[in-house]
């Protein structure tokens, strides 16, 4: 007897949940073989492409009552025994993985593992559910020996030379036995695998075959009034072999996609959408497509890959076919199925293939309507799949100079200073006074701090709406749009903003003219710090503010800062500073009169308030213990 080996330690807490699973759909452990044969068949085929008689293949089941045993088996490509081994001794494989994964996030909610395993397919393990031992005996294509793979679940498995003649793997239940909840004996039964088979592994190209005993008319005597039976036993197919996505639309149930999603997409929740579609004309193709309810795992990561399956006529060619989808869609899951691609297209063909180019285009428009349909008549359901891949639709804006822009603009959503809710650039447009020419934003880190920004008071007690931007690439995509409906898009804690009326203006100028010499000194005691102290109308309840000039922003230079050391020629690039001061605040008062008598103190004072500009607009104070002493000072000398 060969030593037992025991499972890696993370397939075991996997393995106690299935073998002690109180979970009603054991069910499922048919389907997630029956699949696992069907890839293995896939695997073969694709192998032997063109040299494969494609009658041959096939995924046989056979009940056996007498022993209780239920053996699955296949003619795919099989297994040696270090994929045994590593297959069938580690959850370290796909979805199973992620499985494991999200468990873990999810552990200590009460009874979440059940519902986990009723969702995702959790692949070959489940076998353990409804098996007290599972033996699998394969032999790799191609090979000369074949092995037998032994366990229990509980106390490990172990592997050893077997005969088997033919290629590929053959995989023995030997079931429970039953309980007073739990009937195993029905897995037995040829008209449970029938249903189950028909209810989960329908769509299976390879044909599942079954010995079943059916009654039928004796030879002879079929043409008789009263026929005579007998029951004979014959191979039957139990799946109509027509995978999803060639069926009617009518005709699938909203959970057979979601099934169909969570199996083929390692997913455990439903997908937020099923796009189903297909194209008839230059190029002929059906395509089956999901954007996912969350973020993808590892989406966010380098290695993350995009892309969709692709298929020639039902059969599969590759994963992850990139070249289908344009980088803002890199969410989006699916399938593809073309007759007028060829079996043995490869990646580097992928490219250059015009076919593929016309689906691509084809894809990418059907999700876009998709999106603005969602948006118009959804609008919940849009604000979710925004909040989850708005940032990719972002990327798309500014990407490739903006090649793309046109088509997601609408798509975009902001907050604004109107209302707690998210809004489209049009509905902003639709809410504008009829004469205003820009459409203003501010940039920040939270809604709350740039409500208060002195700029959006003003703004907002003129009636003006402001959008609110939180991300990094936010003030990048209004760079790239430019404008919107002919109104130009303005920082508006940068430049001009020329909200004054003529009368303002003049006042203004004239103000201007009588603090002359005040502002230039102020500017001279600020000396490089800012580029300009001036006088605004920008202000209404603040004595200052610091506004960027044209150009950098102060959100990109933060964003600048960011990047790291020496990362090409915007490293270190800087937005001008202008402290702009309020005439109607007492301080412009203070500062007045100190300058006929202590010009000292104005240039304390000129320091403080800079200091006070920089803290409103989230930049750090270059001396902070200056900064507070001063303060102090000037808190004192308000007894004097
Ligand atoms: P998953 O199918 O999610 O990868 P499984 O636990 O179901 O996870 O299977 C693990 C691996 O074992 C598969 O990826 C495959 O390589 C191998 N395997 C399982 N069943 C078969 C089979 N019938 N023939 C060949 N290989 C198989």
Redesign the pocket.
Known sequence: MPRKKQFKSESKRLLDLMINSIYTHKEIFLR??V???S??ID?YYFEHAGHVNPDELEIRLDPDKENRLLT?S?N????DKD?LEE??GT?A????LAFKEEMDKKEGEKNSDVDIIGQF?????SAFMVAKSVT?V?KKDGADTAYKWVSQGDDGYYITETEKETR??T?ILALKDDTDEEDYSQYLETYTIENLIKKYSDYIRYPIHMQVETSKPKPGTEDQEKPEYETVVEDKTLNSMVPLWKREKSKIKPEEYNQFYKDHF?DYEDPMRVIHFSVEGNVSFTSLLYIPSHVPQGFYNQDYKKGLQLYSRGVFIMDHAEELLPDYLRFVKGLVDSQDLSLNISREMLQHDNQLKLIAKRIEKKVLSELTTMLTKERDAYEKFWKAFGLNIKFGVYNNWGMDKDKLENLLMFYTSKEQKLTTLNEYVDRCKEDQKEIYYVSGSDLEMMNKLPIVQTLKKKDFEVIYLLDDVDEFVMQTLQQFREKTFKNASQGNLDLDTEEEKKELEQTTSDNKDLLDFMKDALKDEVAEVKISNRLSDDPVCLTAGEGVSFEMEKVFANMPEGNGPMGGMKAERILELNPNHPIFQTLKTLFTSDKEKVKEVAEVLYDQALLIEGFPIEDPIAYSRKICELLVNTNK
Do not use: C, R
């Open positions: 997630e073989l699949s696992n044969a890839d293995a695997k699955i296949d795919g490509i099989g297994m994929e297959n069938l959850i494989k796909s979805g199973s397919g959790v692949g070959f393990y699998v394969s590929g793997t995989i390692y």
